[in-house]
T-cell receptor
């Protein structure tokens, strides 16, 4: 049902950048790319979103390819607290957000 | 000063009962949502409300009914609970429009025995 494909799991060393890829080859021109994460069984936490341009905030950077068919979430200096499931979501006009299986990121000391 | 709150956090009940989960947001958002996360950890949207109007209604059983007394609240009422209803239910809110992020509550873990 989700319009995105992500690797099921990734590891990252503490202090290093974590680069999480996402494919969304069927994205439409007016659909946004959103990233959320879920730590344990807490509520999903918003990270960042973008339409065409790359975006950066205090948590992460979002790099969207020119054809918009894929994107990468970058956590510049991963910490142990960044261990979570990361969801890449394509969001359309109906205000709907369809979560996929996400990527389980494990940050290791 | 929690942005999106849900009560109760845990709910254990027997099959056939009727229960409600409450959700409140103090962000001034005009759209609220309910999501279900099953044992396989997939998050699926169930409902959303905008200005007291249902704007998304996924294929959920009609035993589930969202009730919004005002813009800051969206409660989820479930009739005739079944074993398969056991899951974590998350409430969320946002401004209307695809360019606005959703803020999620802490979740309610429902266990039907």
């Amino acid at each position: 049902d989700a319009k995105t494909t992500q690797p099921p799991s990734m590891d990252c060393a503490e202090g290093r950048a974590a680069n999480l890829p996402c494919n969304h080859s069927t994205i439409s021109g007016n659909e946004y790319v959103y990233w959320y994460r879920q730590i344990h069984s807490q509520g999903p936490q918003y990270i960042i979103h973008g339409l065409k341009n790359n975006e950066t905030n205090e948590m992460a950077s979002l790099i969207i390819t020119e054809d918009r068919k894929s994107s990468t979430l970058i956590l510049p200096h991963a910490t142990l607290r960044d261990t979570a499931v990361y969801y890449c979501i394509v969001r359309g006009n109906n205000n709907d957000m369809r979560f996929g299986a996400g990527t389980r990121l494990t940050v290791k000391p | 000063d929690t942005a999106v709150s849900q009560t109760p956090k845990y709910l254990v009940t027997q099959m056939g009962n009727d229960k409600s989960i409450k959700c409140e947001q103090n962000l001034g958002h005009d759209t609220m949502y309910w999501y279900k996360q099953d044992s396989k950890k997939f998050l699926k949207i169930m409902f959303s409300y905008n200005n007291k109007e249902l704007i998304i209604n996924e294929t959920v059983p009609n035993r589930f009914s969202p009730k919004s007394p005002d813009k800051a609240h969206l409660n989820l009422h479930i009739n005739s609970l079944e074993l398969g209803d056991s899951a974590v239910y998350f409430c969320a809110s946002s401004q209307r429009g695809t360019g606005y992020e959703q803020y999620f509550g802490p979740g309610t873990r429902l266990t039907v025995t």
